[in-house]
């Protein structure tokens, strides 16, 4: 397994993520907010598992160009979309008002298009040696 620039970073960046997924299941347990699951949930699962797992992808994969573009990319694209999904979805949670509901469509497609990319981008790299 290799320490390259994009495991250290998506390695952090799942890091930042937990912490955030800790402190709000706390905030909705304290306050008996239960409703707020769903924006919890995606955080963690997004956040800080897909970002560990990315992390690991990274890993494994052969080398790839250091300091390359396209990987960057596809890291602002998945957290921009996380933050815009998940914020979206948790002020929709707490104000009932459904002119939210176009920002969580939006994150959440900006989430699988950088999958794909991810996808493509990492499909050569991930070839048996
Ligand atoms: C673009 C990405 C995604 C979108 C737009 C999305 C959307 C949704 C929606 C609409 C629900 C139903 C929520 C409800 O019943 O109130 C849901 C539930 C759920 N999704 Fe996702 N999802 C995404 C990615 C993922 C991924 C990658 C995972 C797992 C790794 C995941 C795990 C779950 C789980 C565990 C639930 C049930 C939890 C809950 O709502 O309390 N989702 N998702
Ligand atoms: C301090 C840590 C945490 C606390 C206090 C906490 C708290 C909670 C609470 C109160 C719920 C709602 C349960 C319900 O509706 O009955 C929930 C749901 C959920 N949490 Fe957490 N959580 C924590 C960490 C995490 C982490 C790290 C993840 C990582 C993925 C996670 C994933 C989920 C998921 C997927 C659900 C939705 C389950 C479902 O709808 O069936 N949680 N959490």
Same mark, same amino acid.
């Given at each position: ?5 994009? *495991? &250290?970073?998506?390695?952090? *960046?799942?890091?930042?993520?937990? @912490? ?8 909705? =347990?304290? *306050? ?7 924006? !919890?949930? !995606? @955080?963690?699962? #997004? =956040?800080?598992? &897909? &970002? ?6 990274? =890993? ?12 960057? +990319? !596809?890291?602002?694209?998945?957290? @921009?979309?996380?933050? #815009?999904? =998940? ?5 929709? #949670?707490?104000?009932?008002?459904? &002119?939210?509901?176009?920002? +969580? ?12 990319? @991810? *996808? ?10």
């Amino acid at each position: 397994m290799k320490m390259n620039g994009m *495991t &250290s970073l998506w390695a952090r *960046t799942a890091l930042i993520w937990f @912490l955030v997924t800790l402190c709000f299941g706390m905030f909705m =347990g304290m *306050t008996q907010q239960f409703n707020y699951a769903p924006a !919890h949930a !995606h @955080l963690g699962v #997004l =956040g800080w598992l &897909s &970002s560990a797992v990315f992390a690991l992808i990274y =890993g494994v994969a052969r080398e790839g160009p250091e300091g390359a573009r396209a990987p960057q +990319i !596809h890291w602002a694209a998945h957290n @921009l979309g996380l933050a #815009l999904m =998940g914020g979206s979805l948790f002020m929709l #949670l707490r104000t009932s008002d459904q &002119s939210w509901e176009p920002f +969580i469509a939006i994150g959440g497609a900006v989430i699988v298009l950088a999958a794909l990319w @991810l *996808t493509v981008m990492m499909w050569p790299r991930l070839a048996a040696r």
